[in-house]
């Protein structure tokens, strides 16, 4: 009994300590009114599901994912939030087209494939903001065994429970009122920064090798 209680804490600790900055990147998404909460948490979902499943296949094999290769992923938050900003401008300067103008498109279908749209965004997000899940949730399994279903299920539960604090710091007073206001322009902001910041893993390894 002691050992699954040991097991269960560390998956706890290891999520807080791998995920601290989601929390961050889930409120922004949930400030944006364009971005329906339901994608956001499904993509959330996504993606956590599928870093553990990627990190279970590297357990599998034994195999350790170079750091440089998953930093390369940046260039998904980057790309998202550089095409954010783009739209944001045109919006601003009145070239943006309403969906009232689609009328030969019907507005359940619009809808639709804006929610699969959103619910790729935040999980291709969360997937390259993931090095370091995986760099973690590889030899955790690895040494794991049969208690990997227990590490599974901690990740789900403490992925429901982050998507709960990024609705609870959205609808703060205090904090969700100006994330409500100004979502729209910070989230391209927080995903460029975090694209760079992604990005300067791989341009750090690059640079150690050429030292090397």
Same mark, same amino acid.
């Given at each position: 009994?002691?050992?699954?209680?040991?097991?269960?804490?560390?998956?706890?600790?290891?999520?807080?300590?791998?995920?601290?900055?989601?929390?961050?990147?889930?409120?922004?998404?949930?400030?944006?009114? +364009?971005?329906?909460?339901? #994608? *956001?948490?499904?993509?959330?979902?996504?993606?956590? &599901?599928?870093? $553990?499943?990627?990190?279970?296949?590297?357990?599998?094999?034994?195999?350790?994912?170079?750091?440089?290769?998953?930093?390369?992923?940046?260039?998904?938050?980057?790309?998202?939030?550089?095409?954010?900003?783009l739209t944001l401008r045109r919006s601003s300067n009145g070239v943006a087209s309403s969906i009232e103008e689609r009328d030969a498109q019907p507005q359940e279908a619009?809808?639709?494939?804006?929610? +699969?749209?959103?619910?790729? #965004? *935040?999980?291709?997000?969360?997937?390259?903001?993931? &090095?370091?899940? $995986?760099?973690?949730?590889?030899?955790?399994?690895?040494?794991?065994?049969?208690l990997i279903s227990i590490y599974v299920i901690v990740f789900a539960i403490m992925t429901a429970v982050w998507c709960a604090l990024g609705v609870a710091i959205v609808n703060n007073p205090v904090l969700g009122d100006p994330l409500k206001r100004y979502g729209h322009i910070v989230l391209p902001l927080v995903l460029i920064v975090l694209g760079l910041y992604i990005l300067s893993g791989a341009a750090l390894l690059y640079g150690t090798g050429l030292d090397g």
């Amino acid at each position: 009994m002691s050992s699954y209680l040991a097991t269960v804490g560390l998956a706890i600790t290891v999520f807080i300590s791998t995920n601290v900055d989601d929390i961050f990147v889930i409120s922004a998404f949930l400030a944006n009114p +364009r971005m329906r909460r339901r #994608s *956001v948490v499904i993509g959330q979902f996504f993606g956590i &599901g599928a870093l $553990v499943c990627v990190s279970m296949f590297g357990a599998t094999l034994a195999l350790v994912i170079p750091e440089g290769w998953v930093s390369l992923l940046g260039f998904v938050p980057l790309t998202l939030g550089i095409r954010q900003l783009l739209t944001l401008r045109r919006s601003s300067n009145g070239v943006a087209s309403s969906i009232e103008e689609r009328d030969a498109q019907p507005q359940e279908a619009v809808t639709e494939q804006s929610s +699969r749209a959103q619910v790729c #965004s *935040v999980a291709g997000v969360t997937i390259a903001n993931g &090095g370091d899940n $995986v760099g973690a949730y590889v030899p955790l399994f690895v040494v794991a065994g049969g208690l990997i279903s227990i590490y599974v299920i901690v990740f789900a539960i403490m992925t429901a429970v982050w998507c709960a604090l990024g609705v609870a710091i959205v609808n703060n007073p205090v904090l969700g009122d100006p994330l409500k206001r100004y979502g729209h322009i910070v989230l391209p902001l927080v995903l460029i920064v975090l694209g760079l910041y992604i990005l300067s893993g791989a341009a750090l390894l690059y640079g150690t090798g050429l030292d090397g």
